[in-house]
């Protein structure tokens, strides 16, 4: 079983940055796909970034591109999502999920994520 955990949510003004974490218990010696989602009151969850077990690939969605920077540090198993010239519409709870291995392309599917963390909040007041 696979345990992710977010941290690193807040309360920012608009044009501010934060840093979003997310830890994943290792399982055996298996490195994973990781994703970002959020999901704002009212709306549907929208895929944020991911980004492939070596770092290598990464797909964003096209509201956070040039915005948002996923990456990730396999020696601590953690995966990090920069967010920088943060909007009110970015709004949201963010979630961090896990795959064994995951279709990657600019269209990555939720499915495919088994593993999701409970959630950290952020909040771009204008």
């Known amino acids: 079983q696979v345990q992710v955990m977010e941290s690193g949510g807040g309360s920012v003004e608009a044009g501010g940055s934060l840093r979003l974490s997310c830890a994943a218990s290792?399982?055996?010696?298996?490195?994973?796909?990781m994703s970002w989602y959020r999901q704002a009151p009212g709306k549907e969850r929208e895929g944020v970034a991911c980004i492939s077990w070596s770092g290598g690939s990464t797909y964003y969605a096209d509201s956070v591109k040039g915005r948002f920077t996923i990456s990730r540090d396999n020696a601590k198993n953690s995966v990090y999502l920069q967010m920088t010239s943060l909007k009110p519409e970015d709004t949201a709870m963010y979630y961090c999920?896990?795959?064994?291995?995951?279709?990657?392309?600019?269209?990555?599917?939720?499915?495919?994520?088994?593993?999701w963390g409970q959630g950290t909040q952020v909040t771009v007041s204008s």
């Open positions: 290792r399982d055996s010696n298996c490195n994973y796909d």
């Open positions: 999920a896990a795959a064994y291995s995951a279709d990657l392309s600019t269209d990555w599917d939720a499915a495919d994520f088994g593993y």
